[in-house]
């Protein structure tokens, strides 16, 4: 049975493999024809098919602008990255451009605010203080003695004057080194002068004596402040310096007289004695009320006189008050 089994189980093996060598050589023809069909189908496929690229491609050739329209959206989505290159450029010229002008405008104004601040002061210069004048020595002699002195005067002056009401004034001193002395020698009633020449200024002082005093009469003075224009003032009324005959005036501070409203003297170590001068020296001095050594004692009685009202009015509302409380005080008990 067994040996039946293989045998027919060998037949079968053995039918198969001539069956299959026939499948093997006979089917290659039919594959091959299958491949053909295969093949030209397919080639038939893409003829068929060749249709629609034909179509597109038509179709590109009736839209050949299109391309060209893409082709344009390709450069323009190239330049979309050039854009923002050309705005990283743009953002560069920005920070140069503002940070420039900015440097320029922040030169430009403190340049031009340092100058307007620098013009300010010098446009307003002050004219420098003038200093004290030097204090000279005069004399006038009677007639053509050389040693007989009518006249004495030792005095530093310093004029201030304005040449008119809208002008300001302007100071000058007398340099007594560069001064000719002249003048008049007053006996009998008559005035004595001193006449003070300078090249710019030339001064005249008048004393007179009335009841055995003397005083400053009459000044006449004039500078000359160039370019030809000279300023002339006098004044005939003055009471000024007055002193007993056979003695000096004196007045060693500075002391400022108004001459006229457009002329103002200041003196500095004031001494005249322009009558009864002996031994060409200046007699006793009256001093000034300035150097005064007692002069101090006016204001201080006055108040010391404030002070002593000042105390009775207290006394006197003290008493009163007293007294009205002590009326009411009765009409109470009453």
Not at 301 to 315: H, M
Request: hydrophobic share 35%; charged share 10%; aromatic share 6%.
């Amino acid at each position: 049975m067994a040996v039946r089994v293989c045998m027919t189980l060998l037949v079968i093996l053995l039918s198969g493999i001539v069956h299959s060598d026939d499948l093997v050589t006979s089917p290659l023809p039919a594959t091959d024809e299958l491949a053909t069909k295969t093949l030209t189908t397919p080639h038939n496929m893409t003829n068929s098919t060749t249709v629609p690229p034909t179509t597109p491609h038509n179709t590109t050739n009736s839209t050949t602008v299109h391309p060209t329209t893409p082709h344009n959206t390709t450069n323009s989505t190239t330049v979309p990255p050039t854009t923002p290159h050309n705005t990283t450029n743009s953002t560069t010229v920005p920070p140069t451009t503002p940070h420039h002008n900015v440097t320029n405008s922040t030169t430009e104004a403190p340049t031009t605010a340092h100058t307007n601040a620098t013009s300010v002061p010098t446009a307003p210069p002050t004219t420098p203080p003038v200093p004290n004048p030097t204090v000279g020595n005069y004399d006038v002699k009677s007639g053509n003695a050389t040693s007989n002195v009518c006249l004495l005067a030792k005095m530093g002056l310093q004029f201030s004057f304005k040449m008119n009401e809208s002008a300001s004034f302007q100071t000058v001193n007398l340099n007594p080194n560069v001064t000719d002395v002249s003048g008049t020698c007053g006996s009998g009633g008559k005035d004595s002068s001193l006449l003070l020449k300078s090249d710019e200024i030339t001064v005249n002082f008048v004393f007179t004596n009335v009841s055995q005093k003397f005083h400053l009469h009459a000044l006449t003075f004039s500078v000359n402040v160039g370019n030809g224009n000279v300023f002339n003032v006098s004044n005939n009324n003055l009471s000024l310096w007055e002193a007993s005959v056979g003695s000096s005036y004196m007045c060693k501070k500075e002391q400022s007289y108004n001459i006229t409203d457009k002329l103002t003297l200041n003196t500095f170590e004031l001494r005249v004695q322009p009558f009864g001068v002996q031994n060409n020296k200046f007699n006793t001095a009256e001093d000034c009320v300035a150097d005064d050594p007692d002069n101090f004692v006016i204001p201080i009685a006055v108040g010391v006189a404030l002070a002593v009202l000042v105390i009775i009015v207290l006394l006197a509302y003290l008493i009163g008050r007293k007294r009205s409380q002590l009326s009411g005080y009765q009409q109470f008990d009453s």
